[in-house]
């Protein structure tokens, strides 16, 4: 971006970086599979195993340093992380708070999904150790119920530091703002969640330059958007969206270029006028769609500032989020160029003519 005539800041914050070791767990005579949750601290435990399906269960318990199952109602839907500052719903913080006051010494979780390995919880506030067993395993974990267990989970987990990068041209406010996040899940590439992303910004911000508009543009490289606390939308919107008079619009790419379907446009609080516009500019480039607005992304903290914006991603985002985002099988396999290219195209006419 600097090559390009951009004036680039790195915009850090305080994170953590996690590694996982592997987890293994006995329990009876058998070992189970299963998968370490996503920032989980390490254990090494030994202790009986109980077993729980429903919250009077386990607000009955005495469960402290052992080892604990969740099954059934416990397991319906993932919860939100502690510190999540976007969205968590008081019964979500509730569960947290009992297991909290409960304090086994570890926790495993029946898959959220009976798809993959979806845990109850992925967050590095959250101190009690955590797996996750597939639905497949639950049946057989029950059978040893009540026995004697071993868990180890060999994960890391340390104070580290990480950055958004925003790169600012010329032009007056208000700003027009393009981003992508340059980060992904463990244990997953990362193609799709979100490389094609950053790929069309670097393409757009060549084509585009610091001075082709009259609006002042920005584009910005997100950090850590798949992380539990999305520490970089807040630092971002902390500091740059207190005066959301200074934005135009704020368009986010995520997900672009999936091999099948179409590219997908959703708009949100955009005026009539432009909206029509980019409708008819729309109807020029036959692989882009109009979706339904797509609350998932970087987008919605410009959403949630009042500050209009427009989510670009795949038309099949709906459906691929359990099979293939945040999946092993997130690869460049799946991803068709041209539609990136198409997608840029879309953007590169869309701001010259509307802004």
Not at 147 to 164: D, E, H, W, Y
Not at 208 to 220: F, I
Not at 340 to 345: L, P, S
Request: with cysteine.
């Amino acid at each position: 971006m600097a090559s390009y005539g951009f004036v680039v800041e790195k915009q850090e914050f305080n994170c953590i970086d996690w590694g996982p070791g592997g987890a293994d767990s006995f329990i009876g005579d058998r070992e189970y599979r299963l998968k370490e949750a996503i920032y989980t601290l390490p254990c090494d435990l030994e202790g009986r195993v109980h077993c729980f399906e429903n919250i009077e269960q386990l607000k009955e318990s005495e469960i402290q340093g052992e080892i604990v199952f969740l099954f059934g109602e416990l397991t319906r839907e993932p919860l939100m992380p502690i510190n999540f500052p976007f969205y968590n719903p008081p019964e979500h913080k509730r569960m947290v708070s009992l297991l909290e006051e409960k304090n086994p010494g570890a926790i495993l979780f029946a898959s959220c999904s009976k798809d993959s390995l979806v845990p109850l919880i992925e967050d590095g506030d959250f101190n009690i150790p955590c797996g996750v067993v597939s639905v497949k395993e639950q049946d057989l974990l029950l059978e040893n119920k009540n026995s004697q267990g071993k868990l180890v989970i060999k994960s890391t987990r340390r104070p580290a530091r990480a950055a958004n990068i925003i790169s600012r041209g010329g032009g007056v406010k208000p700003k027009i703002t393009v981003s992508a996040h340059l980060d992904t899940k463990p244990f997953t590439p990362g193609a799709l969640d979100n490389a094609v992303g950053i790929a069309a910004i670097l393409v757009l911000g060549k084509f585009l330059g610091p001075g082709r508009l009259k609006n002042q543009l920005e584009l910005v490289a997100f950090n850590r958007e798949d992380y539990f606390s999305n520490p970089g939308e807040g630092v971002f919107s902390d500091k740059n969206l207190s005066t959301p008079c200074d934005y135009l619009v704020g368009i986010n790419i995520d997900g672009i270029g999936y091999l099948e379907g179409q590219t997908g446009i959703s708009f949100f609080d955009f005026s009539g006028g432009k909206k029509d516009k980019a409708r008819e500019l729309m109807e020029i480039f036959p692989g882009l769609c109009e979706i339904e607005p797509w609350p998932q992304g970087d987008h919605m903290i410009f959403v949630s500032r009042g500050i209009p914006a427009i989510a670009i991603t795949s038309s099949e985002v709906f459906g691929i989020l359990e099979i293939v985002i945040h999946m092993p099988e997130d690869r460049l396999e799946n991803v068709d160029r041209k539609k990136i290219a198409e997608g840029v195209d879309f953007l590169f006419e869309l701001l010259k003519d509307l802004f």
